[in-house]
């Protein structure tokens, strides 16, 4: 079955510092990546995409995110982290609709 | 241009007592979606729509209705509202499914009582 796994519920990392949250999926046969962010409040909108060719995609706001297939790895990464940048993350799997990882909710310290 | 709208933003229900949420989107999108997200859960999917007059069990539909009478609009009904079903819901549509980007709606806030 299709699935999606946030290993890390919650993250805090330093304002100015680098960022990882990671994502692993479990997909037959070749998945469509996607990762959003949910502000306190909010909807969710969409960060970036992976559907094929390069491995590395970026997306707005500064993030990227490396698809390994080997790993069944799907990891997002920012090098220098905003304190507005405190939000949840949610990182998905396309099926029938959107299967989401639990999410990861990021804190950033001053 | 609005994208996706959600009404009613919040409510409060007692046990027992029935309402119907109300999804709209101005994109023309084929596909719209009704998903649940609970703490610690992510978000799941409840039904969804791939067309006017069409709709399909997602992951969680037990408890809820839906109807897509009109292409723009998406609606999610609880017939006898449970406490389990306190919530946050959340609408989004895209042009085609699984793949194509999805577009949310602000999300509305369901307490029952």
């Known amino acids: 079955a299709q699935s999606v796994t946030q290993p890390d519920i919650h993250i805090t990392v330093s304002e100015g510092a680098s960022l990882e949250l990671r994502c692993n999926y479990s997909y037959g046969a070749t998945p469509y990546l996607f990762w959003y962010v949910q502000s306190p409040g909010q909807g969710l909108q969409l960060l970036l995409k992976?559907?094929?060719?390069?491995?590395l995609v970026q997306g707005i706001k500064g993030f990227e995110a490396e698809f390994k297939r080997s790993q069944s790895s799907f990891n997002l990464r920012k090098p220098s982290v905003h304190w507005s940048d405190a939000a949840e993350y949610f990182c998905?799997?396309?099926?029938?609709?959107?299967?989401f990882g639990k999410g990861t909710t990021l804190s950033v310290s001053s | 241009n609005a994208g996706v709208t959600q009404t009613p933003k919040f409510r409060v229900l007692k046990t027992g007592q029935s309402m119907t949420l109300l999804c709209a989107q101005d994109?023309?999108?084929?596909?719209m979606y009704w998903y649940r997200q609970d703490p610690g859960m992510g978000l799941r999917l409840i039904h969804y729509s791939v067309g006017e007059g069409t709709t399909a069990k997602g992951e969680v539909p037990d408890g809820y209705n839906v109807s897509r009478l009109k292409k723009q609009n998406f609606l999610l009904g609880l017939e006898s509202a449970a406490p389990s079903q306190t919530s946050v819901y959340f609408c989004a549509s895209s042009w085609t499914g699984g793949a194509d980007t999805q577009y949310f709606g602000p999300g509305t806030r369901l307490t029952v009582l």
């Open positions: 994109m023309n999108h084929e596909y």
């Open positions: 992976y559907f094929s060719g390069d491995t």
């Open positions: 998905a799997v396309a099926g029938t609709a959107l299967i």
